[in-house]
């Protein structure tokens, strides 16, 4: 007799998204199952438009997919 406790669940280790550009970061986000809650935050420098320039939950915390990250990107 075989009982399973059905499939491991699966984590991801929510990555340092900052400076990377949003394509790039939601391209990530979304190959791990996880739901991008995407706000623009006025910049000054035009360096940091279309970059993300916070997150949360913040670098290292485990997440499942189906779980929510908030992407601050900057506009201009």
Do not use: C, F, H
């Amino acid at each position: 007799l075989l009982i399973s406790r059905g499939p491991r669940p699966v984590a991801y280790v929510m990555p340092d998204l900052l400076a990377r550009n949003e394509q790039e970061a939601r391209e990530y986000l979304s190959q791990a199952g996880l739901l991008i809650l995407p706000e623009r935050k006025k910049v000054n420098r035009s360096s940091l438009v279309g970059k993300v320039i916070d997150q949360e939950p913040k670098p290292g915390k485990k997440l499942s997919p189906g779980e929510e990250v908030k992407l601050i990107i900057g506009a201009p």
